[in-house]
């Protein structure tokens, strides 16, 4: 009988997403009082994205090609954490570029991974997927309040102290982690080619490039948006949290809304509710009210269209497949419409405005809402009989 390393797993979902609660909201707040520009912020923070364009893929193959995982989480850990040490020394565009750069290549590699690692373990409970992966929102939670807070009485410089502690977090549960032996499946032989042809394969991902080119203002410039139109840093911590734990009432209601619903159904009213999160983020920022239902609204547009479409990919790309599969995920979606996503709202800005460079993330939103509807159709959904036998988050 395998037994589930719940705790070990939980854990480093907790502090891998402790570290996005501590330095997506924060660390843009610590550039600004750098004196960096709003395209200098963006071209920085868009190295998170840039890295996940091709790390993520290269690891993959890597873990796929010699079967050596967990080799590869725990050295991505270590770096990582080298690499944001440089922060302490650093206060130019060029050089902090560079140690930049180095921690989100090695950072980005990890999480595929471990997502197929955390399905290799459940098997045939893949339904308990929500349950360990809620540990990580509520990571992100416990990070962005403890930081905000800290940063109400702090000088800026305090992100780097929090952030770097986390990655020692990381690095730890690395070293804890145990290997599960892959999950056998009778697609095992199936090229990758063959998979990426499909078109509901081709719409998802093009849809969820979208969908992360939608957030890319929110995640460099929703700290900044809310800032320059006085909410104090707790007031932030705690916008930025109640939409995690929308999040995470999302994670634990997840398995039942699947069996209810189709993915087709949960995708489009993921993105149907990111083309009006958006807009109300950019033009209702005076309303605490509005900003309030912002945030609720992050229990779809990430909490319940993340779970769908890891599931599909899960799903879709079997056996060996799989790492590149997840690796593929997050190079398209996080990496490349991250990164598009970054880049337009750091040159848009200034010369736009805010309300007009979150109106651009309700656009791609829109994107992706079509391309769900139009080509995730009939075939992306397993009936109810299958759905209760794999015990699957999403069919």
Request: overall charge positive.
């Amino acid at each position: 009988m395998h037994a589930l390393p719940y705790w070990r797993l939980s854990g480093y979902y907790f502090f891998y997403f402790a570290f996005i609660g501590a330095f997506s909201p924060y660390f843009g707040l610590y550039l600004q009082s750098l004196n960096f520009s709003a395209w200098d912020i963006g071209l920085l923070m868009s190295q998170m994205q840039l890295m996940r364009l091709f790390g993520p893929n290269l690891w993959g193959w890597l873990a796929d090609r010699f079967g050596r995982r967990m080799a590869i989480i725990r050295l991505a850990a270590g770096i990582g954490l080298a690499g944001f040490t440089a922060f302490f020394w650093l206060d130019k565009l060029p050089g902090m570029l560079v140690a930049m750069a180095v921690l989100a290549f090695f950072w980005s590699a990890a999480l595929p991974l471990v997502e197929t690692l955390t399905f290799d373990h459940l098997r045939d409970e893949r339904g308990r997927y929500s349950r360990i992966r809620l540990w990580g929102s509520i990571g992100f939670i416990v990070a962005v309040m403890g930081t905000g807070a800290l940063l109400d009485m702090a000088p800026p410089v305090g992100v780097l102290w929090v952030c770097w502690a986390i990655l020692a977090g990381i690095l730890l549960y690395a070293l804890t982690l145990p290997e599960a032996p892959p999950v056998p499946h009778d697609r095992d032989a199936q090229p990758i080619g063959e998979i990426l042809r499909q078109p509901k394969v081709i719409a998802l991902m093009t849809a969820c490039f979208a969908m992360s080119a939608a957030h890319g203002a929110f995640y460099v410039f929703y700290s900044i948006h809310l800032d320059a139109h006085g909410y104090s840093k707790t007031e932030v911590g705690l916008l930025w949290s109640l939409g995690v734990v929308a999040e995470i009432i999302v994670f634990m209601f997840m398995a039942r809304l699947s069996r209810r619903f189709s993915l087709r159904a949960i995708l489009l009213a993921s993105f149907g509710a990111a083309v009006i999160r958006f807009l109300l983020m950019g033009w209702g920022v005076e309303s605490a009210a509005i900003m309030i239902l912002v945030q609720l609204l992050h229990g779809l547009t990430f909490g319940a269209y993340h779970a769908a479409s890891i599931a599909a990919v899960n799903q879709w790309f079997p056996g060996r497949a799989q790492g590149r599969g997840q690796a593929l995920y997050s190079s398209l979606s996080f990496g490349a419409g991250g990164l598009l996503g970054a880049l337009i709202s750091g040159r848009t800005w200034d010369s736009l405005g805010s309300g007009w460079t979150f109106t651009l993330g309700s656009l791609f939103a829109l994107v992706g809402f079509a391309l769900v509807w139009g080509w995730v159709g009939a075939n992306a959904t397993v009936n109810r009989e299958n759905r209760a036998k794999m015990k699957d988050p999403v069919q």
